[in-house]
């Protein structure tokens, strides 16, 4: 598959995973190899402090940050409320609204994603989601608001929303994981759950930081270099055996991003890794 | 003799009547909780660890996989059987909590089961943010108080915001207590049972935007809640005065990655600010070192083997120089946070090969970090 087809599959994609996955990372990555393939490229932030702008600072992907306290306020500016939006985010009544009808603080963000989808004019628009626990609750926000409110523009922006993530051409939901018991679990559940209870298409699953390398050969040599060498052996097995589990537990395709000998990312660790996701997605299939 | 000086963990066990673990998501905080509880029953204490969505494995290992249970459970630790310490776990059910608290605080039975089928209530119980921060710390409360622990250990929520689990019990009675409950409240003390929305500017827009119906709910919710919210709040103060209590102790989890570190550094911070101490952190998940080569030693080595045509040795050096840097990068990110809290607040914790899946796992951390 050539990075055009990969990326051009649907316009807005959400990454979502556990925390401390790498979903942050991988959204950047996504962002630059789009953006190097020619895509006119948004990348999306919504919560924690913002640092998208940071690593994607050396591309031309363009960064935003959506949080749900001011999509609320746009909402309502949009929709004729602007002297009251003001007064209602500053009191705090907006929790007051958000726990009468849970997930409308979601589907205003979700509802801004999709008004970018339709009109923004953006080919690729790439979505640094919520956290795996609150991943399904942002997803499901909009099928739960159609059950709780009965008409007014919020449901309208609900059905919207869900017709959005019926439509694979539009949404794609992408996993990340890392090769590890735990966090392989938990995607397998994780991709059941969106699949079943959202009905959105998820993409590929990236697994990220993997000690990608041969087995080292050991010999007699000093006890401390055939220690690091057995250890290192030892994980990267176990790393292919998460691996091979998760080919088999789900089906779908998996993108392989390699463990950089460096604690932190930047821009730098960023443009490395969109060149080894091309070589991957020049792996799948077409 | 020579006793080994104390850590900072050994003086939280001696110390604490309650620890708090907390960090971002995926440091593993659960787990570093449910070892120090595992080490603190084998010193012969009787402990109850509190925790918050495990990972299946840990439930597991604590004999927790019927999954909520809200109540205690014993966990028998056969590895040390001459001990008087007994290990207790549970996972934290906020919502049957929550309605724990409002059979104790209603003022008649009939208020209690009018709020409990309130579907503005069921809102707050589960979807509320914050709620599962105050339950948790509801529960500590609850359990610091029964006779059957010495010693509470609890997990906290995997928050955006470490600092939401200090902020709420304050965060929840000001909810309750807010401006619209007020005001939707005015006309309920004037008798009028039945509330015009229409009638209140800010209700009508509220209407507008989710439709009205929604708000009926929240109405009958606050008329109901009438009378009980002083109860709540003498309460939530309780709570909030023994989190801030010198026997409620706090571990920071972090893991060497710069978001979790600055994680911990900012609710490093927040405790200072509170007057409160970070009595030891916990890294978790380091590269393990293997001798005292440093890694530029360690290319040196490899780049002379293949000189020399051994290059399997150099394979071994190369890999060994991998690992070191690898290791040296990650205690270069964790050093603000070593500096902010002091080097001997510091536990570290190498990344062991496997999850945590029973108690011989919890044991092996639990060494690491008393180091026994």
Partial sequence: MDSLQFFGAARLVIVAGKGGVGKTTVTAVLAQAATDAGLRVLAVELEGKPVLADLLAHTAVEVLTITAPEALADYLDSHGLKRVSKRLATSGIIDVVATAAPGIDDIVVLGKLKQLERTGGYDLIVVDGPAAGHAITFLMSARGLLDTVRGGPIRTQAEDVLEMFHDPTRCQVLLVTLPETTPINEVIETAYAVEERVGVQLGPVVVNGVDIGDPIAIIDADEHLVAAAEYRNHRRASQRDELTRLSDDLALAQIVLPQLPVAGITSAEVAELATALVAQIQRLPA | ?372
Avoid at chain 2, 12 to 27: E, K, N, P, T
Avoid at chain 2, 104 to 126: S, V, W
Wanted: with cysteine.
């Fill in chain 2, 1 to 372: 003799m020579n006793t080994p000086p104390l850590t900072a963990l050994d003086i939280v066990l001696r110390d604490a009547q309650i620890i708090v673990s907390c960090g971002s998501g995926g440091v593993g905080k659960t787990t570093a909780a449910a070892a120090i509880a595992l080490h603190a029953a084998a010193l012969g204490k009787r402990v109850v660890v509190v925790t918050i969505d495990p990972a299946r494995r840990l439930a597991d290992a604590l004999g927790l996989s019927d999954g909520l249970s809200n109540e205690p459970t014993r966990v028998e630790i056969r590895d040390e059987p001459d001990t008087p310490g007994e290990l207790w776990a549970m996972m934290l059910d906020p919502a049957t909590t929550f309605d724990g608290l409002v059979h104790q605080y209603a003022e008649t039975p009939e208020q209690a089961e009018r709020i409990l089928a309130n579907g503005f209530y069921h809102n707050i119980a589960g979807a509320l943010s914050g709620t599962q921060e105050y339950m948790a710390a509801e529960k500590l409360y609850q359990l610091h108080r029964d006779d059957r622990f010495d010693l509470v250990v609890v997990d906290t929520p995997p928050t955006r915001n470490a600092l939401d689990f200090l902020d709420a019990p304050a965060t929840l009675t000001r909810f309750i207590n807010h401006r619209l409950f007020r005001l939707l409240m005015l006309p309920a003390r004037k008798g009028l049972k039945v509330l015009n929305v229409a009638a209140q500017p800010v209700l009508r827009t509220i209407g507008k935007v989710v439709g009205g119906e929604v708000l009926t709910d929240a109405i009958a919710f606050f008329q109901a809640f009438e009378g009980m919210e002083i109860g709540f709040r003498d309460r939530a103060d309780a709570v909030s005065d023994l989190l801030h209590s010198p026997i409620t102790h706090y571990v920071l989890v972090a893991s060497p990655r710069h978001d979790t570190v600055d994680e911990a550094r900012y609710f490093a911070g927040r405790l200072a600010a509170s007057d409160l101490a970070v009595a030891a952190v916990v890294v978790n998940r380091l590269q393990p070192r293997f001798g005292d080569a440093t890694a530029e030693e360690a290319r040196e080595a490899s780049v002379l083997a293949e000189a020399s045509g051994r290059a399997d040795l150099a394979a071994l050096w190369r890999n060994l120089a991998e690992l070191r840097a690898l290791a040296d990068a990650e205690e270069a990110v964790i050093a603000p946070l070593v500096a902010d809290t002091g080097a001997t607040a510091i536990h570290r914790v190498p990344l062991l090969s496997d999850d945590v899946h029973d108690l011989g796992g919890l044991r092996q951390i639990a060494d690491h970090l008393f180091r026994v």
